[in-house]
Nanobody
């Protein structure tokens, strides 16, 4: 079993930045692909970014490419999502998740472990 706890969300003005963290406990964090997803009110859960077990490969949604950066520190069992140039369309609850696959995937179905999420609100 793995427990995930996100932090770092908050209220920010358009154009601002936030850094989300995802702290993992339980089984070995480095054994999993890590992803970030977001869900806005009335919308389906949306893939944001994913990073390989070693951190050497990343995958981004087109909507955040060039603005967001995913990273991880396996020694600290923690993952991160640096979010820059935020706009109101980025407002959502952001969740981190872990997947046991060898490959990066956008599909939330394959992610076995999820955090409760952290709210990000971007004002115009």
């Amino acid at each position: 079993q793995v427990q995930l706890v996100e932090s770092g969300g908050g209220l920010v003005q358009a154009g601002g930045s936030l850094r989300l963290s995802c702290a993992a406990s339980g089984r070995t964090f480095s054994s999993y692909v890590m992803g970030w997803f977001r869900q806005a009110p009335g919308k389906e859960r949306e893939f944001v970014a994913a990073i390989s077990r070693s951190g050497g490969s990343t995958l981004y949604a087109d909507s955040v490419k060039g603005r967001f950066a995913i990273s991880r520190d396996n020694a600290k069992n923690t993952g991160y999502l640096q979010m820059n140039s935020l706009n109101p369309e980025d407002t959502a609850v952001y969740h981190c998740a872990l997947h046991s696959s060898l490959y990066l995937t956008r599909n939330p179905t394959g992610y076995a472990y999820w955090g409760q999420g952290t709210q990000v609100t971007v004002s115009s």
